[in-house]
């Protein structure tokens, strides 16, 4: 009996895994997500364009063009990129400080992160040319047209090509009759790099905001100045802990979102993964008629069960091949603090349980259909049933203690995939629910292999109309 | 020796429709028995209850001494009518398989594919994938799948099905071999006259109920038709007066000969009383024969006769000739 049942589980297994499909895709999957990982930081590494070029400057309100060659000048481009790698490195060195990392990457992070603004921000060369406020904005539009911004910075002043013009007009600066500041235009070159017009356009409204606190007498008499202003309003940054029952606890930030994702991802995948596969099979026994070969030899049950334990092996091997990436990765990034390896148990057991629910309501749909077109429309709900946790991750991370949260927990199906959320989340579950939630799981398997194995014997010789889910629940009802 | 085979009023319904009614039959161990029927006939569904695959609704039965196929469902080869390969798998891999599934031990289940293989022929496809085999080699790894594991009963539903003549050939050959070897063999097909070339034993059924079940011999013996053949060398028509004269003769009736022409050739009934050797001297001695032939018994006309019986003749010998006759094959077995 068990013999048999060993050998239809070992079939399942070869035929699934030894093959060239599964092996390149398993084995393929890090080595594709390590060329993902390496390009990104290889794109990192490259400069952004060299520009180099003039912007021109009809300045109608005036007091704003001055603002403007100011910004523009070499040692103030060279200054705004010191001073976004310095935040940039000071920034990188609070995050690697909250998630806790050893001294020496909370040392090294600073470097990496300013290296990275040095390469991401374009060297430019650009040139203020102030025009006569009078000037005619449709004339001077027209080089614009023709610019080339690559062109070799050791071109003569005069035939640099130009990059923009920027017309501001007297309202920018001083409030109009409806007490509201007037737009500023701003004409920029065919094919300029997207973040060199951002800079310009940065720049400029800088100029605009800085003239505009110039114009303001009231603000003049208070001794403000633009940069004064600007450092009040810089917005204040918190140090967020949470207190524990044993003391305090630094809050991961984006980290506790990722836990309860990734293993919800990792289980429902994997479950996913095999119940397709354990369909897949049995539909093509049925229709290459090798079935009933088969059950001359052993009896629907102890094929089920055989192809169903089969799969759960492959799984099982995916499920352990995935999370073992996962931990290595933590380990080797210094992460493995923010990983209970408790969990790691509990998302085994509730492997076992969602995989054998879902493997034997998909073992039923297999069997009694013929063809795996006419499987879509009845496992739809089986696939919509287990989508229900992926929409319910964010509510229940975050709340995993409510009344909700608490009430899916002993909702058949799909309780192990809540669990598991409520689990990584972050405050706990209170202990007993736990094993209240395992029992529910249990009895679910028990139940649903139970029904499957009663379609499934009457199913796997059923061929012609594929039968819809009252037919199904009336073969489980038959004795 | 017990029978291999056992059932006692099988009946099994599908919605509506009885397929098998009320059915009691024995097969003795060692017999080679053909199941036989047209398409429809429940024969399948026989089968299937026998294996255990499908239950009876009401009814007992018994096999190899078991109350049900399931428990010595290792001592019985099963080549079912819906019957396929793995595509993927490999020839040998397969056939090693299902000899573990049916209890051959794991070392050799390998080399029993093997030696099955190369013993019809394929030898050289162990290695290939089920999927690359052309349709009879297919049937030929099926048929290897169902004794590879030497059992004692062999079920073999439409095994002839889809089978070329020189397959057939082989197949035909096997299957006695397997008789030869001891084994006790049932198997179905729609196609009479291969039931007749094989079987010792036949089982007829009809609209799920089973109209014969007897020896070939006791058949041949209880359906002899009593007809004699000829060919007249001359005028059929005077020769078919001359032998009406004869008193041994009850019947003759002019039919279209091998050549086509109407009215060259005569079927002859004798009179029950009549000896069939003497009758044929006695009508070579009336007119001058081309050819004086008795006829034997065949099967589909065997069966005809009884379903026309029951069925109070109303359904005409030739549209159920026309159902049942595949189309390549001689009507009269001569």
Request: aromatic fraction near 6%; charge should be neutral.
């Amino acid at each position: 009996m068990l013999r048999k049942t060993l050998f239809v589980a070992w079939r399942e297994f070869s035929s699934t895994v030894f093959t060239k499909g599964f092996l390149l895709g398993v084995l393929m999957m890090p080595v594709i997500a390590a060329i993902a990982i390496g390009g990104a930081a290889l794109t990192d590494r490259l400069k952004g364009p060299r520009v180099s070029g003039s912007i021109a400057v009809i300045d109608r309100a005036g007091g704003v063009a001055p603002g403007i060659s100011a910004r523009f000048s070499k040692d103030a481009l060279k200054a705004e990129k010191d001073k976004a790698a310095e935040a940039m490195a000071a920034e990188a060195k609070r995050q690697a400080e909250k998630f806790g990392l050893p001294p020496e990457q909370v040392q090294a992070a600073p470097a990496i992160a300013a290296k990275v603004v040095d390469n991401a921000m374009a060297d430019a060369d650009i040139s203020i040319d102030v025009l006569a406020p009078d000037a005619d904005a449709e004339i001077e539009k027209i080089p614009l047209a023709t610019a080339d911004a690559r062109q070799n910075s050791d071109t003569p002043v005069d035939v640099r090509p130009r990059l923009a013009l920027a017309v501001i007009p007297p309202g920018a600066i001083a409030k109009g009759a409806d007490g509201e500041y007037a737009t500023f235009d701003l004409f920029t070159a065919p094919k300029l790099d997207f973040q060199i017009k951002l800079r310009i356009e940065r720049k400029i409204s800088e100029a605009v905001i800085d003239a505009r606190v110039q114009n303001d007498p009231a603000l003049r008499a208070s001794g403000h100045t633009a940069e004064s202003i600007r450092e009040l309003m810089k917005r204040p940054e918190a140090r967020v802990a949470s207190i524990t029952a044993t003391g305090e606890k630094k809050d991961l930030g984006v980290g506790q979102i990722f836990l309860p994702m990734a293993f919800m991802g990792l289980l429902l995948m994997s479950v996913m993964t095999g119940g397709q596969l354990l369909l897949t099979s049995t539909v093509e026994e049925k229709s290459s008629r090798v079935m009933e070969v088969l059950l001359s030899a052993v009896s629907p049950v102890q094929l089920m069960l055989g192809k169903i334990v089969g799969q759960m092996t492959v799984s099982l091997l995916m499920l352990a091949m995935y999370s073992g990436v996962g931990v290595a990765g933590l380990v080797a990034f210094s992460f493995m603090h923010i990983l209970d390896p408790k969990l790691l148990i509990y998302m085994f057991i509730f492997f076992f349980i969602s995989f054998f629910t879902i493997a034997s309501l998909l073992a039923a749909v297999g069997s009694a259909v013929s063809e795996m077109r006419e499987a879509q429309t009845l496992q739809t709900p089986i696939i919509f049933l287990i989508m229900i946790p992926w929409l319910l991750v964010l509510p229940i991370s975050r709340a995993p203690n409510a009344a909700y949260s608490v009430a899916l927990s002993f909702v058949p199906i799909i309780n192990p995939f809540v669990m598991m959320i409520r689990l990584t989340g972050s405050e706990p579950p209170p202990f007993w629910q736990i094993p209240v939630a395992i029992a529910i799981g249990l009895a679910t398997v028990v139940f649903s292999v139970w029904a499957a194995a009663k379609v499934f014997r009457i199913g796997v010789l059923m061929y012609g109309k594929p039968p819809n889910i009252r037919t199904l629940i009336k073969w489980v009802r038959m004795a | 020796m017990p029978d291999a085979i056992v059932t006692r009023n099988l009946t099994k319904t599908f919605g509506k429709k009885v397929a098998v009614r009320d059915l009691s039959l024995a097969i003795p161990t060692g017999s080679l028995c053909g199941v036989i029927g047209p398409n429809g006939a429940g024969k399948t569904t026989t089968i299937r209850m026998i294996m255990s695959i499908i239950f009876p609704d009401s009814g007992e039965l018994s096999v190899l001494g078991k109350a049900s196929a399931v428990e010595s469902k290792d001592r019985i080869g099963y080549l079912p009518e819906e019957r396929g390969l793995y595509k993927k798998m490999r020839v040998a891999a397969f056939l090693a398989y299902i000899a573990k599934l049916k209890g051959v031990d794991s070392a050799a289940a390998g080399k029993k594919a093997a030696h099955w293989l190369a013993r019809v022929g394929l030898g050289d496809v162990a290695r290939k994938k089920c999927e690359e085999l052309s349709k009879g080699m297919q049937q030929k790894v099926q048929f290897i799948a169902s004794v590879i594991h030497e059992p004692d009963l062999l079920i073999l539903d439409e095994v002839f099905s889809g089978l070329d003549p020189v397959n057939r050939r082989l197949m035909r050959e096997l299957i006695d071999e397997q008789h030869r070897a001891g084994r006790t063999i049932l198997f179905s097909t729609h196609a009479m006259y291969e039931a007749e070339q094989l079987c010792d034993r036949i089982l007829m059924i009809h609209d799920g109920r089973k109209v014969l079940d007897s020896t070939l011999a006791q058949i041949r013996a209880d359906f002899d038709p009593r007809t004699i053949v000829a060919e007249p060398d001359g005028d059929p028509a005077a020769a078919a007066e001359l032998l009406r004269r004869l008193p041994i003769i009850r019947e003759v009736e002019s039919v279209a000969g091998d050549n086509g022409r109407p009215g060259s050739q005569l079927t002859i009934r004798l009179v029950d009383s009549a000896q069939p050797p003497a009758a044929l001297a006695a009508i070579t001695a009336a007119a001058p024969m081309r050819r004086v032939e008795l006829t034997r018994v065949n099967l589909e006309d065997v069966f005809i006769d009884l379903v026309q019986t029951e069925a109070g003749a109303t359904i005409s010998r030739d549209a159920l000739r026309a159902a049942d006759s595949p189309a390549l094959e001689p009507a009269h077995a001569s």
